[in-house]
């Protein structure tokens, strides 16, 4: 007797063609309209997943054998070798990394909007005081001091 486990793909036809709709949707060989079709058709039926009109989509379209299986396999080497990525359209080389973890993500957000705002402040101050330095040599009379002093009077009088 055989210890080597019964092939489904070979015994079931639904299963073979489940199985070449996973292979060409891991290898990226669906085409984007077929793609919008399938969306729209699953948002169409929220509760059950229409798999068998999937199936049947992603089967019409024309596609090398070969080609599929190379691009299948690059996909499949690729995800054995980057766990937590997903295939992406058409094959290309590059892989769309899965979300990062919330906080690092939000840390990272918070340092960069930080960095920029300071860039920003800083080079804001700096050019208001140059240009308070120049109202001061136009008008040799303008007192740059005069505003800080107000506004520290009103302050006062209000608290």
């Known amino acids: 007797m055989s210890t080597a486990r019964p092939c489904f793909a070979e015994q079931d036809p ?3 063609r489940v199985a070449e709709t996973a292979l060409r949707m891991m290898s990226g060989s669906i085409p984007a309209a077929t793609l919008r079709r399938l969306r729209e ?3 169409q ?5 229409p798999w068998s009109d999937v199936v049947t989509a992603v089967l019409a379209d024309d596609v090398d054998p070969s080609a599929l299986v190379q691009r299948g396999l ?4 690729d995800w054995v070798m980057k766990p937590g990525t997903a295939p992406t359209p058409r094959a ?3 892989a ?4 990062p973890p919330r906080l690092a993500y939000s840390l990272k957000r918070w340092l960069a909007v930080t960095a920029a705002r300071a860039v920003f402040y800083t080079l804001f101050s700096g050019a208001l005081v140059v240009l308070l330095i120049l109202l001061q040599r136009v008008w040799s ?3 740059i001091y005069a505003i800080a002093h107000r506004l520290e009077a009103m302050v006062r009088s209000v608290f």
Do not use: I, K, N, W
Not at 45 to 49: E, I, K, L, S, V
């Open 14 to 16: 639904t299963v073979a």
């Open 41 to 43: 058709l699953a948002l």
């Open 45 to 49: 039926a929220p509760d059950a997943y």
């Open 74 to 77: 690059q996909a499949q080497r």
């Open 92 to 94: 290309e080389a590059r």
């Open 96 to 99: 769309v990394p899965c979300s």
């Open 141 to 143: 009379g303008f007192d």
